[in-house]
């Protein structure tokens, strides 16, 4: 099977995602919830969503995304089983507020978090967000 594009979780909500990007003043690509099945019995969590289309809108699978699910492919999980979230909610820009673009974005995290918990769904941390990212 050839890893493919995950579809997007459109289940934030338009008040929740209206005033997130008002404090990350608009220096960010459009906010991404998460990609996958949101009922996934495996949660993963990367640092940013990067980019899905290039430059002419065209949607395309990044390196990033390419590579994760190329290995959960190889080592037999299906797609269906996994949902993948980000540390930040958007693809950064231009230059930000770092600190509380990682702020906000961990509220909305551990809201994630708590909600994959209660169903029972392992989570996994990759890259530096792991070593950054201290929960409870």
Known sequence: MKPQILPEDLKLNWLTAKAMEERLNHSTSRLIWGEGNPTAPLFVVLDNPGARENKDGVPYLCGTRATLLNTLLDV???????YVSFFLKSRPLKKYNKEMARATSL???RQQIELH???KAKTKFT?????RFKYG
């Not at 037999?76 to 996994?82: A, F, M, N, T, V």
């Not at 890259?127 to 070593?131: D, E, K, L, P, V």
């Open 76 to 82: 037999g999980i299906e797609l269906e089983q996994i």
């Open 127 to 131: 890259g530096n967000f792991q070593r």
């Open 107 to 109: 509220l909305y995290l």
């Open 117 to 119: 918990k209660s169903r």
